[in-house]
């Protein structure tokens, strides 16, 4: 498959598709869907991305600069058309900076991390919604609810 756009514009998220119609409701369906994922991990508190997360039974932090949703919108097949498949999308979050909380924290670093991927698929009216973690210094079942950010230490 390939793909028909790319954009990466932090939590905005602004796709294009071929018609005006289907161009709105997707994209506003995928915003919401993809919004959702993000808010059930990463509190964004000012320009940074923060996730909260247990290590070894101590309350930690991931902090993130200049992390971005990456979003790709996949070509439709004339096969996936008429199996029902309305949109195709593809998306990570990603950022390129980083540093770590336990009981302090590290100096900011320099980094590529892509913490998850999150596949859509819009198929005879119903999304379906398969997400992959990546980050592997953070197992996913470690992950806590989304910090307020008064309470991310200083």
Not at 32 to 57: F, I, N, P
Not at 88 to 98: G, H, S
Not at 135 to 147: A, G, M, V
């Amino acid at each position: 498959m390939s793909p028909i756009l790319l954009i990466a514009v932090g939590a905005s998220l602004a796709p294009v598709l071929c018609s005006a119609q289907s161009q709105n409701t997707i994209r506003s369906e995928v915003d919401r869907r993809l919004d959702a994922v993000w808010k059930t991990m990463l509190s964004r508190c000012g320009d940074t991305v923060v996730l909260q997360y247990e290590h070894y039974g101590n309350e930690a932090y991931l902090a993130l600069k200049n992390a971005k949703q990456v979003i790709e919108f996949i070509k439709l097949t004339d096969a996936d058309r008429l199996n029902g498949i309305q949109a195709n999308v593809f998306a990570t979050v990603k950022a390129n900076v980083a540093r770590n909380y336990n009981q302090g924290w590290s100096d900011w670093r320099m980094t590529n991390i892509t913490l998850y991927s999150t596949s859509l698929t819009k198929h005879n009216g119903k999304w379906e919604i398969e997400e992959n973690w990546y980050y592997s210094n953070i197992p996913k079942t470690s992950l806590r609810q989304p910090p307020a950010c008064s309470s991310v230490p200083k």
